[in-house]
C-alpha cells in the first residue's frame, strides 16, 4: 500500500481536461511545498512535470498545472492529447523516516 | 546535460548481494544529495534511499532499512547502493534520481534519472 492515495485510472478525450488527485498527510502533502508530479511512458524513466506543488521545469507543457489544497494535492491535464497518455505519479517530502513518499500512480487513457 | 549512469545490476540468489553504482556528470555533484528510487515489474515507483550531499546523512525505505547501505564519493561524482540479504521481493528496475534544489533533500523535485539497472533476485 503506497503512503499517498492516487486514483487507479482516469480518462478522457482529447481537448478535455481530467484531473489526477493525490491525498497525503499533514506528515507529507499537508505539511511541506515539496509535492512533484512525474508522468511516465512505457519503458521510459519518470519525467518531472510539476515540482514544489505548481512549478513546471522548464519545457513543459504550461497544459499541466498543479495545485494544492490540505492534504490533497492535484494535478489538472488541460487540452488533452493522445501523447499525454501515461502514467503519473505524486511524490512528497514526508518528516517520517522514509524522507520521500510516492503515490501509487494513475494511469491516463486518452480516448 | 545532466548524466546519470547506473550500473552494477544482474541476477543474484535470494540472500545475495550486490552493489550499484551511479556515476555522475555535467553537474556539481558534491552539492546535492540523491537518492535511489526503485520500480518493481508492472508496478509503482518506490522511494528506497538517499544520502545527503557530504555522505554523511542517509535515509531508507523501511522495506531495505538494515539490509541496504547507501554511500557516495564525491571525487569520482559516483554514489552507490550496498545491497544485501537480497529478497525475491527486491526485484525491480533502480534508478538514480538528483533533486532540482541544490542543498535540498527534496526540492525542486527529482529533475534528472538514469536510464535505470535492472536487478532480478531469483534462486
Known amino acids: 500500500q503506497s503512503a499517498l492515495t492516487q486514483p487507479a485510472s482516469v480518462s478522457g478525450s482529447p481537448g478535455q481536461s481530467i484531473t489526477i488527485s493525490c491525498t497525503g498527510t499533514s506528515s507529507d502533502v499537508g505539511g511541506y511545498k515539496y509535492v512533484s508530479w512525474y508522468q511516465q511512458h512505457p519503458d521510459k524513466a519518470p519525467k518531472l512535470i510539476i515540482y514544489?506543488?505548481?512549478n513546471r521545469p522548464s519545457g513543459v507543457s504550461n497544459r499541466f498545472s498543479g495545485s494544492k489544497s490540505g492534504n490533497t494535492a492535484s494535478l489538472t491535464i488541460s487540452g488533452l492529447q493522445v501523447e499525454d497518455e501515461a502514467d503519473y505519479y505524486c511524490?512528497?517530502?514526508?518528516?517520517?523516516?522514509?524522507?520521500?513518499?510516492f503515490g501509487g500512480g494513475t494511469k491516463l487513457t486518452v480516448l | 546535460e545532466v548524466q546519470l549512469l547506473e550500473s552494477g545490476g544482474g541476477l543474484v540468489q535470494p540472500g545475495g548481494s550486490l552493489r550499484l553504482s551511479c556515476a555522475a556528470s555535467?553537474?556539481?555533484?558534491?552539492?546535492?544529495?540523491m537518492s535511489w528510487v526503485r520500480q518493481a515489474p508492472g508496478k509503482g515507483l518506490e522511494w528506497v534511499s538517499g544520502?545527503?550531499?557530504?555522505?554523511?546523512?542517509?535515509y531508507y525505505a523501511d522495506s531495505v532499512k538494515g539490509r541496504f547501505t547507501v554511500s557516495r564519493d564525491n571525487s569520482k561524482s559516483t554514489m552507490y547502493l550496498q545491497m544485501n540479504s537480497l529478497r525475491v521481493e527486491d526485484t525491480a528496475l533502480y534508478y538514480c534520481?538528483?533533486?532540482?534544489?541544490?542543498?535540498?533533500?527534496?526540492?525542486?523535485?527529482?529533475?534528472?534519472w538514469g536510464q535505470g539497472i535492472v536487478v532480478t533476485v531469483s534462486s
Open positions: 534520481a538528483k533533486p532540482g534544489d541544490s542543498s535540498s533533500w527534496y526540492g525542486g523535485g527529482f529533475d534528472s
Open positions: 555535467e553537474f556539481t555533484f558534491s552539492s546535492y544529495a
Open positions: 514544489d506543488v505548481n
Open positions: 511524490s512528497s517530502y514526508t518528516s517520517s523516516t522514509t524522507l520521500v513518499v
Open positions: 544520502v545527503g550531499e557530504r555522505g554523511i546523512s542517509t
